[in-house]
């Protein structure tokens, strides 16, 4: 697969203060590459440097140091944003236009011709879930959630190769959440690369080949998604559900596993072991007691706790 | 690493100047739905006519009257909507975070510059002949037929310096805030008017610094008084060609000047 986006050492230093300015690094020599066709999540708290190594690679602030290249062009040549995306985060937009004005306007920016940009509008606003009956509202009508829609439609306007969603869901509701989780799974399958930062480890959990986590402007960890949740190493265990037996029937004799704990369930007993080799073992001593086995399943690390750990 | 595009159709194709056009059409649209603007002009046309009550009182001078405050009017508030709307038509952009879909899109910095200004010339000349006409309409209802023509040359003049004012607004905007960007643009706009004596002041002052500081303030700010033609105007004068060739050459140059400082202003600014 090909690299899509190549991040060498890039670093942003912000200076603050009226008098005596101060430098405060928002980005530590980030150095990340990007392959093509895949949906590439960008996870770090409050202030990681996510947003900024996205307006970095838009060219709306300048890097300190390093350089950064998109569909192999520097990020200067302007030419080669007519091959991708973006929808900032809680985006906003010209309060007197409408949606299809501000579609319109864009598709017009991009070359596109009057009957090609009202295709693509009518298409982009119906594929983000817009009721047509707000297509023609002025935009300082529309709710967070509406502007979100708009923000994501606007970035597909010239069918970009790559596109860059910051916070893609935020200001959705439930419904509107999954609508858009499938159109950027949808965006995949197109082939188009989706380099998308967020909060919700949910979204990413369902979405991400990749990720990159970022702690403090510098790279905590990358790689694939699977790969990082089961490189858990003393968190990994199993766990083996069983009914038909109680959890107080087992104690004693999971007592001389090392690790196992047991607990009561309302038709039987959760256990759980942190070697796989003793899985056979508990089956035996439950099929001793009565009991039956329901399913035995191998407890990933979570998003969540990946997370806590990268950036905490 | 790719260099050539995955999907070739994707590559669209947009000019120099047809990105210019799209976004001054943008900017003329944002005006034209602004509903100061229109409340700006009405005032003006207000104060032309209340003119033609005053011209009452000043038997035989009733077109001469309209004239001096019709075109006074046409240039404060014209200066007013130049000064503005041109801070902030860059300041609300960055400000509202627009800018950031904009310059996602293959538009180049000194593109929206150019758009941004080119735009608001544009409203400015609508706003410009839609208080022209009122104040010929007035001059016609009192019987003055041969000013109401007269009157245009002066009218293109305050247009040039308006354009001028337009640029400088813009250059404030691109570095400073809305409010501070204002201010000095109305100095300027001042100062403008006033540069002419400033450098016959620097000629009678014995000190050599002064001489430099108000020279430099002479060659540095731009003499709208190149531009004024109002009173004679009102006595039946039209500015001559060569005055109208030399204030077009000269406010040319000065916008041209301005916008590129602009561009390299604006080019280098973090948008956080």
């Not at chain 2, 994707?10 to 047809?18: D, N």
């Amino acid at each position: 697969m090909q690299t899509v986006v190549e991040i060498e050492n890039l670093t942003k230093d912000y200076e603050v203060g009226f008098w005596k300015k101060k430098k405060v690094r928002a980005l530590d020599s980030l150095t990340l590459d990007v392959a093509g066709g895949q949906i590439f999540g960008f996870l770090g708290g409050n202030g990681a440097g996510k947003t900024t190594t996205i307006k970095i690679l838009m060219s709306l602030i300048f890097a300190t140091e390093g350089r950064a290249r998109i569909l192999g062009e520097d990020i200067s040549n302007v030419a080669m944003r007519r091959r991708i995306g973006y929808c900032p985060e809680n985006p906003y937009f010209y309060d007197y236009l409408k949606a299809s004005e501000l579609m319109l306007y864009f598709g017009e920016l991009f070359g596109l011709d009057k009957a090609k940009s009202r295709q693509k509008c009518e298409e982009l606003l119906t594929k983000v879930g817009l009721a047509e009956k707000d297509w023609n509202k002025q935009l300082r009508k529309f709710s967070k959630g509406m502007l979100q829609r708009v923000g994501l439609a606007q970035a597909l306007i010239n069918d970009p190769e790559i596109v860059f969603l910051d916070e893609p869901m935020s200001g959705l509701d439930p419904i509107g959440r999954r609508e858009i989780r499938e159109l950027i799974a949808g965006l995949r399958e197109k082939g188009t690369t989706v380099f998308m930062s967020t909060h919700i480890l949910s979204d990413i959990e369902a979405l991400c080949d990749n990720v990159a986590i970022l702690r403090h402007g510098r790279l905590a960890a990358t790689g694939k998604l699977d790969e990082l949740l089961s490189d858990a190493g003393e968190t990994q265990s199993f766990e083996i559900n069983v009914k038909g037996v109680a959890a107080d029937a087992l104690r004693a004799d999971l007592a001389h596993i090392a690790g196992a704990t047991v607990a009561a369930k309302p038709s039987g007993a959760n256990i759980q072991v942190s070697d796989e080799r003793d899985v056979d073992r508990v089956l035996e001593i439950t099929r001793a007691h009565g009991g039956r086995l329901v399913n035995v399943q191998p407890v990933r690390q979570s998003l969540e706790e990946l997370f806590v750990r990268e950036t905490g | 690493m790719s260099t050539q595009p995955a999907n070739p159709e994707a590559v669209l194709q947009s000019t120099f100047f047809g990105r210019i056009l799209t976004i001054a059409r943008n900017t003329f649209r944002e005006a034209v739905r602004d509903r100061v603007l229109y409340n700006l002009v009405l005032f003006v046309l207000l104060i032309t006519a209340s003119a033609i009550f005053l011209g009452e009182l000043t038997a035989g001078q009733e077109a001469r009257t309209i004239v001096n405050l019709g075109l006074g009017a046409v240039l404060l508030f014209g200066a007013f909507i130049a000064i503005f709307v041109g801070v902030s038509l860059v300041s609300k952009e960055i400000e509202k975070r627009t800018v950031y879909a904009i310059f996602s899109k293959p538009i180049g910095r000194a593109e929206f510059i150019l758009g941004k200004y080119f735009g608001l010339c544009l409203t400015l000349l609508v706003n410009v002949l839609v208080m022209g006409v009122g104040v010929t309409l007035a001059i016609l209802y009192v019987g003055g037929r041969e000013l109401a023509l007269t009157i245009w040359g002066a009218i293109f003049l305050i247009y040039l310096e308006l354009a001028i004012l337009t640029a400088v607004a813009i250059l404030f905007s691109s570095f400073s805030s809305p409010a501070l960007s204002a201010l000095l643009s109305f100095f300027v706009f001042v100062i403008g008017h006033f540069s002419a004596s400033l450098n016959e002041l620097a000629k009678n002052l014995g000190s050599a610094a002064a001489v430099y500081f108000f020279r430099a303030i002479y060659y540095l700010l731009p003499n709208l008084s190149n531009f004024t033609f109002r009173t004679e105007t009102a006595h039946g004068l039209a500015p001559p060609a060569a005055m109208l060739a030399g204030a077009t050459a000269y406010a040319v140059v000065y916008v041209a000047i301005l916008l590129i400082v602009t561009i390299l202003v604006f080019s280098r600014r973090n948008f956080k």
